[in-house]
């Protein structure tokens, strides 16, 4: 049974920096797909990043490129999303997904459908 427990949101002020956690049981990120995506209060959930199975393939929303940067320590099972440069308008819940779906490798990684697997979310509040 796959697992996801996600940690270190909170609170920062602009142009702070932040690390997030993920937590990932029931999986090997070999075979896996990982992705990070986030969810404003009245808004659709978006996708941030994503972190491909091969371990060097990454991609990112145009919004954060720059600023954020997703990784993986496989001896820890566990994935992260460095989150540099940050502001208000990154403001939300962020989650940990996986998939083990080859539409991953197209543009439909975007889309919250093509991943099944979440966990619960850790908020993220960046103040002005």
């Known amino acids: 049974q796959v697992q996801l427990l996600e940690s270190g949101g909170g609170l920062v002020q602009a142009g702070g920096s932040l690390r997030l956690a993920c937590a990932a049981s029931?999986?090997?990120?070999?075979?896996?797909?990982m992705a990070w995506f986030r969810q404003a209060p009245g808004k659709e959930r978006e996708f941030v990043a994503a972190?491909?199975?091969?371990?060097?393939?990454?991609h990112y929303a145009d919004s954060v490129k720059g600023r954020f940067t997703v990784s993986r320590d496989s001896a820890k099972n566990t994935v992260y999303l460095q989150m540099n440069g940050l502001r208000p308008e990154d403001t939300g819940v962020y989650y940990c997904?996986?998939?083990?779906?080859?539409?991953?490798?197209?543009?439909?990684?975007?889309?919250?459908?093509?991943?099944?697997?979440w966990g619960q979310g850790t908020q993220v509040t960046v103040s002005s």
């Open positions: 029931g999986i090997r990120f070999t075979n896996y797909h």
């Open positions: 997904a996986t998939t083990t779906r080859a539409s991953v490798f197209s543009a439909a990684r975007t889309s919250p459908s093509e991943w099944y697997s």
């Open positions: 972190l491909l199975r091969t371990g060097s393939v990454t």
